[in-house]
């Protein structure tokens, strides 16, 4: 080769890794939108006595779960791929993965104290591809985040989320979002945009939370009848899920490879080929089938037209980059439908209080949406290895997902209950947490004002007196 044409590929390699590490730069940048949405979404939710306690939750989720995965969760995705026991030998298909990421040969790469976790001027792509992932991990804490609002504990929240943002989800990523995971090579799983691995696991770890937790004081009446506590602010809740539909379109990029000399240049997670245009058909065309399903099955409700829009693309994400457009459009719409029943039934027959729906659009969608792969794209060949989707391979996928994100989510929540960590005391859920933890009434403007309170039959009452009576009931029962 002349030195000529020896330049030139130099040249071609060197803009491509700037290119790369631009790429995953902005997609990193835009999904910051994910949590500002969610912040936005959840501040809204709430009551006026929690808006800011709230707030700061999410805040914080970032500052825990951050640090976790730098140490800990990098290593768990790169290194458990086989299951529970670290990868250390090298074979076939993890070679690579053991010899350079794990250890295994002298190779150190996974490790936080590795060259390429920090500046490093030969390694265009690993600071950028690390940061994709952090804000995979915050989007967890953020989803379960919502679920139990305004009687959870900072302290039980925190590390509540450190283990699912820096541990769990990775270690689901790890098994199935990964081209040498068991649940990839062996079973041909298929999940493109985390249905499963992301959404799924944090909804279904939310329940498992839930559970523990119990639902606020006065949700349920000893008739069995569910109340509803409206919204300090419907319109920040509405404007938070637009801003989370935004950012959507970032994860779902940063969900693809790039890779140099393939046509058409991208691939998915499996490093099967997939293109930018065809995630963008399907998550344009999802919002619009779930608004629609949504408003349809919820007879026009605001809260659930938007949350409809979110659980229509939630369940389509396994297979984005492969559906049809048409198909997304039927997916989608019915699907919100499907979302908006699984909520209702959670909240009346199982009486847990789920404050967002998070445990039906997230948890139940996502698994939902790992299935719809197997009944959809069966045969669809996945990963390097080109292992065959089925609908066997995506029901040991979502059954292993579910395990893995309920035991987890019931067992460390068990545990805090325990240790009296996990709920804050009846006295401070009535007085709100705005002014235990921070010592401020942040609308002081409003003055003292009661809230209303939905009951069982839609008569809208003020809160007060149905929260009081239900407190001094809690308190006869722990006698």
């Not at 457009?325 to 209080?353: C, H, Q, T, Y």
């Amino acid at each position: 080769m002349s030195l000529l044409a020896q330049i030139d590929l130099e040249r071609t390699a060197d803009t491509f890794a700037v290119f790369q590490e631009a790429y995953y730069f902005f997609t990193v940048a835009i999904m910051w939108l994910l949590h500002v949405g969610f912040m936005t979404y959840e501040a809204g939710v709430s009551r006026r006595k929690n808006v800011m306690a709230t707030a700061m939750k999410n805040i914080l989720t970032i500052a825990v779960v951050t640090p976790t995965f730098y140490y800990l969760g990098w290593w768990v995705y790169f290194c458990m791929q086989e299951g529970f026991v670290p990868t250390t030998t090298a074979d076939g298909n993890h070679a690579d993965f053991a010899g350079y990421y794990c250890g295994a040969d002298g190779g150190h790469y996974a490790v936080p104290w590795e060259g390429s976790m920090g500046p490093n001027l030969g390694d265009n792509l690993t600071g950028v591809f690390w940061a994709a992932f952090v804000l995979f991990s915050w989007t967890t804490g953020s989803i379960m985040s919502g679920a139990v609002i305004e009687r959870i504990r900072l302290s039980g929240y925190l590390m509540l989320t450190a283990l699912m943002g820096g541990i769990v989800w990775v270690l689901a990523a790890a098994w199935g979002w990964s081209y040498g995971g068991w649940l990839t090579l062996h079973f041909g799983f298929h999940d493109f945009a985390a249905s499963g691995v992301v959404h799924g696991i944090a909804g279904i770890f939310a329940l498992g939370v839930l559970f523990n937790l119990g639902p606020r004081i006065g949700r349920f009446d000893s008739d069995g009848g569910a109340r509803a506590f409206k919204p300090h602010s419907l319109h920040l809740t509405l404007m938070g899920l637009m801003i989370i539909f935004t950012a959507f379109y970032a994860f779902y990029a940063a969900c693809l490879a790039i890779v140099a000399g393939q046509t058409p240049g991208w691939n998915n997670i499996y490093f099967s080929p997939a293109t930018l245009s065809a995630i963008t058909f399907t998550i344009t065309v999802a919002f619009a089938a779930g608004f629609a399903g949504g408003y349809t099955f919820s007879r026009g409700d605001p809260f659930w037209t938007l949350s409809g829009g979110l659980a229509g693309v939630v369940a389509v994400s396994a297979g984005a980059d492969i559906y049809s457009p048409s198909l997304v459009m039927f997916l989608a719409f019915f699907s919100a439908g499907l979302a908006v029943w699984v909520g209702n039934l959670i909240e009346r027959k199982g009486r847990v209080d789920d404050a967002v729906g998070a445990v039906a659009v997230h948890g139940v969608m996502g698994l939902w949406g790992v299935m719809l792969v197997g009944i959809f794209a069966s045969g669809y060949p996945t990963g390097a290895f080109g292992v065959k989707t089925s609908i066997l391979g995506q029901l040991v996928g979502a059954c292993t997902l579910f395990a893995l994100a309920f035991l987890t989510g019931y067992g460390a929540s068990w545990i805090l209950k325990r240790l009296n960590l996990l709920r804050i005391p009846p006295e401070v859920e009535l007085v709100g947490t705005d002014v235990v933890e921070y010592g401020s009434d942040f609308f002081p403007e409003w003055g003292e004002r009661d809230e209303p309170i939905v009951l069982a039959d839609g008569t809208e009452v003020p809160s007060g007196p149905v929260i009081e009576q239900a407190y001094n009931d809690l308190v006869k029962a722990n006698r």
